[in-house]
């Protein structure tokens, strides 16, 4: 796997005072890491440069079929002041198959989905103008560049004949109101004063918070613990067939983040989180309706409801092209209930034919086998082509009906990560980065090698 998928909000310094609002003069483009090299055994003509603040590259095989694909990168921490582009993951593949593509670094590092969407729609026209206009143009992306590629299929339909969108959060805010709900009902169930921005979670409230969920939490529980668990499977989209295996991989490493300032590390003016709306779930109806009672709640700044959002744009549903999201079924950075609230934004829009959404048997984030990624790509580009719309049985639970597929299971790994993005995490000047590895280890050790691999270990039966 390659190190594009440093694919995580997780690595976002969320923390920064509110004042320190960043804008495009905080970025730069390191113009000696635009070069990239050709891949062997295959002819192709490269190019690279700058482009309204950003930088870009595009590759165009010899054997062009006339088509162009615009990949939406992974997120980079907004700490990072270097704008990168990052090459799609399937290169070899995608050049092979004939389809040229083009990437951007943006004009924003951090959670800033509008700079992707408008520096995509950029590249695209350049490449047109410089080139030669593409008979159809795809939008793809992982993480953060998925929510790009789906904004875009509802902002630019007229450049686009489909998008894919990959273990993205797909939805608005709600992927950052959800790890902080998340985050908010863990210190309420454990008696914890709330605080919010909690700059000192990390080195007080983190700890603290652990001891009193269980002795090896999320292994060994209290009762403040199991009812974290019995919240947090709820909150995340339902029980399914890995909802063990999805907690015990993600419960403690999303403590990471608890500092949020809901800023986006200085990308907006003011909180952009919201938790009013969000009701949580305990076993015992008493004890859930204290809590819904008790829990803070967070609501937009002012400034923000007043003017939006800068780096994220309102979702709507309205797309107006083909969109296939694929996801994992126990990623809970990146939950099913992502998928959900999605699917309900696009029906409400009237636009569910163009919607179909797969999910793999897996825990990791990004973690897709290339032949997921290319099935689904395939499946994309010939829906746009010939209006076959892929069958996809709905598997997974879901608050309202949608179209689902299990594709595949993964049998041999309860990663979290890829191994190159464990790598980069740990190696990286991002010291955010090496404690969730350092985390994810921590409370992984030893648990993964008692039954030769995640099927076999928790039982399950192939779908």
Excluded at 173 to 196: C, E, P
Aim: glycine residues 10%.
């Amino acid at each position: 796997m390659n190190k594009q998928f440093l694919a995580l909000l997780l690595a976002l310094p969320l923390s920064m005072p509110l004042y320190a609002a960043l804008d495009e003069d905080n970025w730069i483009v390191d113009e000696d890491q635009l070069p990239f090299d050709a891949l062997p055994d295959v002819d192709t003509e490269r190019r690279w440069g700058l482009l309204d603040g950003a930088g870009y590259r595009w590759e165009i095989p010899e054997n062009w079929n006339g088509d162009l694909i615009i990949y939406a990168r992974p997120l980079r921490g907004s700490d990072n002041r270097t704008l990168e582009v990052v090459n799609p993951p399937r290169r070899e593949a995608l050049l092979k198959r004939g389809y040229a593509w083009a990437a951007s670094s943006f004009d924003f590092n951090g959670y800033h989905v509008n700079s992707g969407v408008k520096h995509s729609r950029l590249l695209l026209e350049h490449f047109s103008g410089e080139h030669a206009p593409p008979g159809s143009s795809y939008i793809i992306g992982h993480d953060l560049g998925g929510q790009v590629a789906a904004a875009s299929a509802e902002q630019h339909p007229d450049l686009y004949a489909g998008a894919l969108a990959m273990c993205a959060p797909l939805v608005d805010t709600q992927g950052l109101n959800y790890l902080m709900a998340y985050n908010l009902a863990a210190q309420a169930i454990a008696g914890l004063d709330s605080r919010f921005p909690d700059m000192e979670f990390q080195q007080d409230t983190r700890e603290e918070l652990l001891a009193r969920l269980g002795p090896e939490f999320p292994g060994l529980l209290y009762p403040a613990g199991e009812e974290l668990v019995y919240l947090h499977t709820r909150l995340s989209g339902g029980p399914h067939a890995l909802s063990h295996e999805a907690v015990e991989a993600w419960s403690t490493l999303l403590f990471d983040f608890g500092h949020m300032d809901g800023t986006l590390g200085g990308l907006e003016a003011g909180n952009v989180i919201s938790t009013r709306d969000v009701r949580y779930a305990l076993p015992d109806p008493e004890r859930e309706e204290w809590l819904n009672e008790n829990v803070l709640r967070l609501e937009p700044d002012p400034q923000v409801v007043r003017g939006g959002t800068a780096a994220i744009p309102a979702t709507s549903g309205e797309i107006g092209i083909p969109v296939l999201t694929l996801g994992s079924l126990g990623d809970l950075y990146t939950p099913l209930s992502m998928q959900q609230a999605y699917a309900q934004r696009v029906a409400g829009a009237g636009q569910e034919a163009l919607l179909v959404q797969r999910v793999v048997r897996d825990v990791g984030h990004c973690t897709f086998t290339e032949e997921e990624e290319l099935q689904a790509f395939d499946d994309l580009t010939d829906w746009a082509a010939n209006g076959s719309r892929p069958e996809t049985p709905s598997t997974i639970p879901m608050r309202r009906p949608a179209q689902h597929s299990v594709v595949r299971t993964h049998a041999g790994s309860a990663r979290v990560f890829p191994p190159v993005l464990e790598e980069v995490l740990t190696n990286s000047h991002d010291r955010a980065g090496a404690r969730i590895v350092r985390d994810w280890k921590q409370a992984t050790a030893g648990s993964h090698s008692t039954c030769g691999g995640l099927r076999q270990r928790c039982g399950l039966q192939a779908a």
